[in-house]
């Protein structure tokens, strides 16, 4: 009896879960919407949600490739940044969280070729505002970015920002 009892429980709570996260958008005459229901979007607990993305600041140290694999992980990649606004939206959530701005890796690298500048997103690479005197590729190999917009050797451990589409 107590299993069938834990059963029906288990089984009311997915069902109230599932329908928590759903809501049904309004009928329009002429429109066939007989099966219209919308998940609602929104970040997972912990994340920051931005212009249709989300955000999570990492604070445990790693290498860019393995924040990147990190990243991977939780469905996203480091994140790559696309205005002003959204660097500053960041910069604040980073702040926050730590009360201090420290060194943060984010998605731009150009180890495959020297200047030419990628994020690991896939999406254009269109950076503007580079820290002064930036990108340098200091004493060669600093081909990976930090939030601060500066280049920055690859393997060194830092906390990361991750990104994926609400």
Same mark, same amino acid.
């Given at each position: 009896?107590?299993?069938?009892?834990?059963?029906?429980?288990? %089984?009311?709570?997915?069902? =109230?879960?599932?329908?928590?996260?759903?809501? %049904?958008?309004?009928?329009? /005459?002429?429109?066939?919407?007989? *099966?219209?229901?919308?998940?609602?979007?929104?970040?997972?607990?912990?994340?920051?949600?931005?212009?249709g993305?989300?955000?999570?600041?990492? /604070?445990?140290?790693?290498?860019?490739?393995?924040?990147?694999?990190?990243c991977?992980? $939780?469905?996203?990649?480091?994140?790559?940044?696309?205005?002003?606004?959204? $660097?500053?939206?960041?910069?604040?959530?980073?702040?926050? =969280?730590? $009360?201090?701005?420290?060194?943060?890796w984010?998605?731009?690298?150009?180890?495959?070729?020297?200047?030419?500048?990628?994020?690991?997103?896939?999406?254009?690479?269109?950076?503007?505002?580079w820290?002064?005197?930036?990108?340098?590729?200091?004493?060669?190999?600093? $081909?990976? =970015? =930090?939030?601060?917009?500066?280049?920055? *050797?690859?393997?060194?451990?830092?906390?990361?920002?991750?990104?994926?589409?609400?």
């Amino acid at each position: 009896m107590k299993m069938l009892t834990v059963s029906l429980l288990v %089984c009311a709570m997915m069902a =109230l879960t599932r329908a928590a996260g759903e809501y %049904c958008s309004e009928l329009r /005459p002429g429109k066939d919407q007989s *099966h219209a229901i919308k998940r609602a979007a929104s970040c997972p607990s912990g994340w920051t949600a931005y212009n249709g993305r989300c955000f999570l600041y990492v /604070p445990t140290e790693m290498t860019w490739a393995d924040a990147e694999k990190n990243c991977l992980y $939780h469905g996203g990649n480091l994140a790559s940044v696309h205005s002003f606004e959204e $660097h500053h939206v960041i910069q604040s959530m980073i702040l926050k =969280l730590t $009360h201090a701005y420290p060194l943060t890796w984010i998605g731009g690298s150009d180890a495959q070729q020297e200047g030419t500048w990628f994020w690991s997103d896939g999406t254009a690479f269109r950076l503007q505002y580079w820290a002064p005197g930036q990108p340098n590729n200091l004493g060669s190999g600093q $081909h990976c =970015l =930090l939030m601060n917009f500066g280049d920055h *050797h690859c393997s060194y451990r830092k906390a990361s920002v991750c990104a994926k589409k609400q």
